[in-house]
């Protein structure tokens, strides 16, 4: 058996109380989840199966792709596709029973075209509300008559997590007058993780958790929702000291002013770890913390253990993420957000399950 030098635990029990809590948020919605990018990187068929042990039934992905794959493995349940057609045949979406969420006039048309060949294909629309990404404009959006024969309606926030931010209103004015407009049997659908908390107003009829379900909260009131999900390991391999007026790491970044006791630990920028934790971030074995010397390289990290190494030998793992230092501190640090650091975590660092 290989011992990885790196490893995500993902804990599906807390992932599983994360969905029930967040259903909570929105008890008169439908709560789907979005499961794109291998679930944020945490393994999206162990995501789905446990996701579905709770009764979750709508998953969203970004790309045709993705669900082709989980629809190959899993034959239950409806897949989203946000990105819309993305120039593929049709009968793509219609064999597989996957939804295409169309985003723009063109897509609309010819879909409806052909909608008599392929029957049973269920499609959506994405009204642009202000975001300025994917979706129909909102000012061409009014200039036709739809046909109802669309599943669902769904727009997207541009700063849900900014409970104060106005432009959550005027987004949420917007897609109300595009309900308003021609929609009254389709699905509607407007909240991803943090419109949950901004008020009932947000949640329409079905709601798309996303970074909530893996434990991010970004310091809003999610944070007393949820629970954290994953936990990051790496394997000391090396421990050895090194005298005064030496340097550790590339560049010479870092210069000792005594003698010090370091451990080389197996994980580095080529398993997803920031390089701007150099010679600033921090790692964790049981309640104490050590910090990182000189430039995160490409395989390895190097740490300070000389006030305490008497636990640590080769071979046994410290922690990057954990349940008290989860992705967003570590988000925080490296000046981005908790979906970049659980998404940059590579396929060589081992997905374990719990």
């Known amino acids: 058996m290989t011992i990885h030098n790196s490893i995500l635990e993902v804990n599906l029990r807390n992932l599983q109380y994360n969905y029930k809590k967040l259903s909570g948020l929105a008890r008169k ?50 897949i989203y596709v946000l990105n819309g057609l993305e120039n593929n ?12 969420i169309l985003n723009d006039i063109d897509e609309y048309c010819f879909v409806t075209k052909n909608i008599k060949k392929y029957k049973k294909l269920k499609f959506g629309l994405h009204v642009d509300t202000g975001i300025n990404r994917l979706g129909i404009n909102f000012k061409e959006f009014f200039e036709l008559k739809f046909k109802n024969n669309i599943h669902i309606l769904i727009s997207h926030l541009a700063s849900s997590d900014e409970s104060n931010n106005y432009y959550n209103s005027i987004q949420n004015t917007k897609f109300r007058k595009a309900i308003d407009q021609q929609f009254t049997t389709a699905i509607k659908s407007l909240s991803n993780s943090f419109a949950l908390i901004l008020g009932k107003n947000y949640h329409y009829d079905l709601v798309r958790p996303g970074i909530s379900l893996y434990g991010g909260h970004q310091n809003t009131k999610m944070k007393k929702v949820i629970k954290p999900v994953v936990t990051l390991k790496a394997k000391i391999l090396q421990i050895k000291e090194i005298g005064k007026n030496e ?12 003698k010090l006791k370091i451990a080389v630990i197996g994980i580095g920028y080529g398993d997803g770890l920031s390089r701007l934790l150099s010679n600033k971030g921090k790692v964790f074995y049981k309640d104490n913390s050590y910090k990182i010397l000189g430039r995160v390289s490409m395989d390895t990290i190097t740490i300070d253990i000389t006030k305490n190494s008497r636990h640590l030998k080769v071979g046994k793992y410290v922690e990057i993420l954990n349940h008290t230092f989860g992705i967003d501190s570590l988000a925080h640090q490296c ?7 659980l998404t940059s975590i590579t396929k060589r660092v081992k997905r374990v399950y719990i």
């Open 29 to 78: 919605s439908i709560c789907a989840a979005i499961i794109k990018s291998d679930a944020y990187g945490t393994g999206v068929l162990k995501v789905f199966d446990a996701l579905y042990k709770v009764n979750c039934r709508n998953f969203f992905v970004a790309t045709t792709q993705e669900a082709l794959e989980i629809r190959k493995k899993r034959s239950t349940s409806n």
């Open 89 to 100: 045949n049709i009968s793509v979406f219609s064999k597989n029973k996957i939804i295409p």
């Open 247 to 258: 340097y550790i790491g590339y560049n010479q970044t870092y210069k000792t002013t005594k």
């Open 335 to 341: 000046i981005t957000i908790p979906h970049e650091i």
